[in-house]
C-alpha cells in the first residue's frame, strides 16, 4: 500500500460584526487569497454570522449560514472555473452566530463525517462557542478504508475583552471547548489518528490593561501606517504583546499545538469601512488559526523538513515530517467588519501527529524537542531548545455526561430567554405583543380589583 505524501488545505476565518455583507466586494477579496493549485479541503469559519436575535433562533441562523455557503461557493467557482471541478458542500453546523462550513471539489474522498457544538457563553449560552467537524479523508475513494486518515475542525468565538480575568477566561473557553464537543465517537476535539485544526475569533489581546498613551499601543497603532510595516517589527510585537504566543509558549494552554509566524497587522479592532485602527481598543490578533503540531519522526526521505536538534551522546540529527506553511495572512481590503479575516494555506503530512490524549482521555505532554515560537518561512533552528519534558496532565479531555447536559438541556434555556428578550424589545411584533397583554392584563386588574 503506498501510503499518500500530502493533504493541502485552505483554512479561512472572519468575525463578520454582525454585518449584512456586500457579497460581490466579499467574494472579490476572498477569491484573491485562495490558492493557485486546489486545495482538497476549504474551511470557512464565521463568528457573528448574524445578529444576536438571529442566532438565538437555530433555523433564523442556518438561512445566514446557506447564504454564506452560496457565496463561498460561487468564489470557488469564480476562482478554479465553473467546468473544471464540482466544489460540494460536505458539512455545514453552526451554533447561535459561530459556523463552520467545509467545501471540497473532491467530495468522493470524504466520509463518516460528524458534527459537534460546544457553547461557553453567559449562562452556557451559544454567544460565545464553537463549532466542529470531523471527517475522514480517503484519497483512493470512501471504501478504502485502510489507507485514511481523520481531520478536526473547530472554529470557535471565545470570551472577550482585556484583562487578567478574561484572559483566564478564554483559556477555559478552549479547555470546555476542546473536551466538550462530542462527536459520538467517545473523544471530544483531541483524537487519535487525527489532524486537529482550531481556529476563529479566540479574542486574545495584545494588553491586560488598556492604556492608550503606553507606548506598546503606540507601536501597534503604528501598525497601521503600511510604510512603517515590516515582517520583523510585527513579530517583535507579537512576541512582546500578543497573549495568546505568551500562553502557548508558557503551556498556560494549546498544549501540542501551534502556529504559522505572524507577520500582518493586527486584525482587530478598525472602524468599520476604513483601515483605521479604533482608539478605544489595544489593536490586537484576535483573529487565529492554529493546529496541532506532535509529528512524530520519519524515516521518509521525500516528505520531510529537517529540525536541527540538540546534540549530545545520545542524539543525532532527526527527521520529521512536518507541514508546510504556504500562506498565513490577512485580507486587509476587506473593510466590512471591524475584524479583518484571517487565512491559512496549508500542507500537512498524510499521517496523523501523535495523540496528547492519554488512553484514560487525561491530556499529555509529549516530549517535544521543537520549541514552540514564531518562525519566519518554516525556518525551525532549536540548538537553544530546553530539554524535553513530557508526561500526564489532570486535565480530562473527553465529553463528561456534565457536558451532554450543559449542551442539550441547559444550553437551550439561556438561549430561549435571550433570543425572545430581544424578539420582545426590539422588534416591532414583540414590542406589539407586550403592549397588547399589558393592555389586556391592566384591564383584567382593574376589572377584578
Known sequence: MTIPKEIPLFLFTY??????????????KVVESFPTDLAALYVFGLEELCPILDGSFHDIAHKHMIRF???FLHSLRKKYGHNDHRFQTIAMHHIGATGLIVITPFPSKFHSIKKAQSSCGSGYSSLKGAAGVRLTYAPDGKYANDNSVQLTFANAHLSAYEGEFY??????NVTTIMRSLDFGDGYGLLKDGSHTFFMGD?????TKNFDPTSDANKRLISLSDQSLVTNESVE???KDCDELTWAIENGQIFTGFTEACIDFQPTYKYHVNTAVYNSKRSPS???RILYQMTYEDSDDEDQVVMLRLRKDSNSQNKRKRLPIIHEYNSIKSLLQSDHQPVFLHITVPFTAPKSIVSSSGYLQILPNENANRHLHHNEVNVDDADEPIGGPTQIYMRPTKYDYIIQNYVRLVPDFLIGYGLWFTITRTGRLILLVLALVLGGAYRYLV
Open 285 to 287: 490578533w484576535c483573529d
Open 69 to 71: 455557503n452560496e457565496v
Open 167 to 172: 484572559y483566564r477566561r478564554r483559556n477555559d
Open 15 to 28: 468575525n463578520c460584526n454582525k454585518r449584512e455583507l456586500n457579497h460581490d466586494l466579499f467574494i472579490q
Open 202 to 206: 479566540l479574542n486574545y489581546r495584545t
Open 236 to 238: 517583535e510585537l507579537v
